[in-house]
């Protein structure tokens, strides 16, 4: 008997012609490019400024950059841009209008929320619309958009780091690690942080009582435990099972 396998359904309406259906878009809120018939055709993620703390001292070559802290550079808001385009009817005045105002309406009162873009399949940015510019083709029945969001500077993984879902494994960039770890007296668990920056991790106790860091740590408790970038190794003591759960953010 053959496997049995769940896809996602990419075909959103099966009643549109195939060449008449975005694949490309992102997804804000209520808010879905492809559903609304918007074609995605450009986007901008330029890389964010970083927040400088630099200091001069006289007769002293150079400078004293302290813009880095425990491995981490750190960033101001990113910039993303993107274009958007509508194919109307010609001479549909109307229906152009209205679909102006509904991106409009749906995208610039949203407060901070995940943004996703089929280009960063297992990621999402987190942020708000800060300027949408529409331009109306008369000749050709079309709409021209330009969202501008303004963003967190990293991507953010879709799913927690130790939940091994297919469809977010993105290969050329992943580790299987195992959630789940048995504490019998001194153990080590090691930890690869593969993503952009420091990652904080929750450390559960689903059993037992385990020690990190001279604290305790009893049946059902939790802490956090704040892991940098690259390969660590983890000491616990106790008996008890314990799980790891964190997110990954990305430069991207």
């Known amino acids: 008997m053959a496997d049995s396998f769940d896809f996602r359904d990419m ?6 012609p195939f060449e008449q259906i975005p694949f490309e878009g992102i997804v804000f809120g209520d808010f879905d490019s492809r559903k609304e018939g918007w074609f995605l055709t450009a ?15 006289p007769f002293r070559q150079g400078n004293f950059d302290f ?18 385009m509508y194919f109307g009817e010609n001479g549909n005045y109307a229906d152009r209008k209205s679909i102006e105002q509904e991106i409009k309406r749906q995208l610039m009162p ?3 929320t995940e943004l996703y873009d089929t280009h ?10 800060k300027s949408i510019e529409v331009e109306d083709d008369e000749k050709y029945g079309t709409l021209t958009a330009t969202v501008v969001f303004d963003c967190y500077p990293f991507a953010i993984r879709n799913h927690d780091e130790f ?3 297919w469809d977010d494994v993105y290969f050329p960039h992943w580790i299987f690690m195992d959630k789940r770890y048995e504490i019998n007296g001194k153990t080590t668990v090691t930890y690869h942080n593969i993503g952009s920056r420091m990652v904080e991790v929750t450390l559960k106790v689903v059993s037992g009582s385990v020690s990190y860091g001279g604290m305790t740590i ?3 408790s939790s802490k956090f435990i704040s892991v940098p970038k690259g390969k660590h190794d983890i000491e616990f003591d106790g008996n ?10 990305e430069m991207i």
Do not use: C
């Open 163 to 165: 939940d091994d879902i």
């Open 218 to 220: 009893n049946n059902g």
């Open 67 to 84: 813009s880095e802290y425990n491995g981490d550079r750190f960033f101001k808001q990113r910039e993303i841009k993107y274009t958007l």
């Open 110 to 112: 949203q407060t901070i």
């Open 240 to 249: 008890g099972v314990i799980e790891l759960s964190a997110v990954r953010e």
């Open 120 to 129: 960063d399949k297992i990621y999402h940015w987190k942020g708000k619309v």
């Open 43 to 57: 986007r901008e993620a330029p890389t964010p400024a970083e927040q400088e703390v630099i200091e001069n001292v």
């Open 11 to 16: 075909l959103m309406d099966p009643t549109i």
